[in-house]
């Protein structure tokens, strides 16, 4: 082969490199950032309800927020499904439906499916006017929403309407890491109020089992800057902590099942684990429980008392235990078993 032959080999082999390169780069961007928002897609959220401390005090531009240890004992699938009136049904990790509308100025929730544990069966609630789940704002924007939620309880039939206040503002933009991926995001800060209107049903609104976003307190939702949909939502307490966290998952972040469970359950995760795990208590009705842990040959070696009302997660440091595989129980007030699980114990 010539000088100029070797040189046009040289040529085309980088060419081929680099279109190889832009070609992964570009597949690989599009799975972070896919809107998910097309009939057939797939959606995985997870929840996170007790997350490490996450730094939301900073605002302004160029942040970095840190949510790559957040953890959840499943990952919910859901697939994008058209509601028949032009929208979109999302299911949360919660088992409550959002039905989607997009704008020219944004994505908006029209209605909420709540789950059957709450209401008896699913019941379709009314959003007057639509809920802005994501806008398309700029950094220092600012948005308010009045409306109200109306449902009716069907073991009463009495109607529920509530009022829902949210003060949102963009006031801040960077990077959020996830446990999967990484977003450019805008973050919103909003304050939300939920109070029961005028001539409703007696019912305390924070057992309506409303999904993040909707809650009375502050929330930070981190919208991706590629489109308008949130990749995480941050529930607070009354000192800015992160309370519970629901961010887009990974089919293989977790076990993947359909729904959560309606019944009464408990999860333990990490499993296997070094010792350090967290159970997660899902659809106990009101109460005292206890949680016993097990050697394999039956005996008891610890026992951990709560009170549950609906959902809860505990924190336990088990490294202590030798190696080996054990039994965790939960048992009500009236010593009757819950649920019987296994948990196996590695050491480093």
């Known amino acids: 082969m010539d000088t ?17 390169f832009i070609s992964c780069f570009a597949v690989a961007a599009q799975t972070m950032s896919r809107p998910l928002l097309h009939a057939g897609d797939t959606v995985y959220l997870s929840r ?8 939301l005090s900073d605002s302004g531009e160029d942040l970095y927020w840190d ?31 959002r039905y989607l509308t997009e704008r020219p100025d944004g994505l908006y929730i029209s209605r909420l499916g709540l789950p059957e544990v709450t209401t008896g069966n699913r019941t379709i609630v009314r959003l007057d006017p639509p809920v802005p789940l994501a806008k398309n704002i700029t950094l220092d924007g600012t948005w308010d ?9 069907p ?6 309407r509530l009022n829902l206040k949210i003060h949102a503002e963009a006031d801040a933009t960077g990077e959020l890491y996830s446990p999967n991926f990484r977003y450019d995001v805008m973050r919103e800060q909003r304050d939300i109020s939920v109070t029961l209107a005028p001539g409703g049903a007696a019912v305390n609104p924070a057992e309506l089992g409303l999904p993040p976003g909707f809650n009375a307190g502050r929330v930070f939702v981190f919208q991706s800057a590629v489109h308008a ?47 350090q795990v967290r159970f997660d208590f899902l659809n106990l009705p009101s109460g005292s429980y206890e949680l016993e842990i097990y050697n394999i040959l039956g005996t008891k070696l610890r026992t951990e008392s709560l009170y ?21 129980r939960l048992v009500d007030s009236q010593k009757n078993t819950i649920r019987s699980k296994r948990l196996v114990i590695i050491t480093p």
């Open 4 to 20: 100029f032959g070797r040189h046009l080999y040289m040529v085309i082999r980088y060419i081929l490199l680099l279109s190889g």
């Open 48 to 55: 996170d309800l007790l997350p490490n401390p996450i730094d």
């Open 67 to 97: 949510l790559s240890r957040l953890l959840s004992p499943f990952v919910h699938q859901s697939l994008v499904r058209p509601d028949g009136a032009g929208g979109l049904i999302l299911t949360g990790a919660d088992d409550i439906e």
């Open 145 to 153: 929403y009045a409306g109200i939620i109306a449902m009716t309880i």
């Open 155 to 160: 073991q009463t039939h009495r109607e529920v």
């Open 229 to 275: 949909m949130p990749v995480a939502i941050v529930q607070t307490d009354l000192m800015n902590q992160a309370r519970q966290v629901e961010y887009l998952s990974h089919p293989y972040a977790g076990t993947v099942v359909q729904q959560i469970p309606r019944r009464p359950d408990i999860f333990v995760y990490p499993n296997p684990s070094f010792g």
């Open 308 to 328: 549950v009302n609906g959902m809860k997660t505990l924190p336990l440091d088990l490294s202590r235990l030798k190696k080996g595989t054990y039994i965790y």
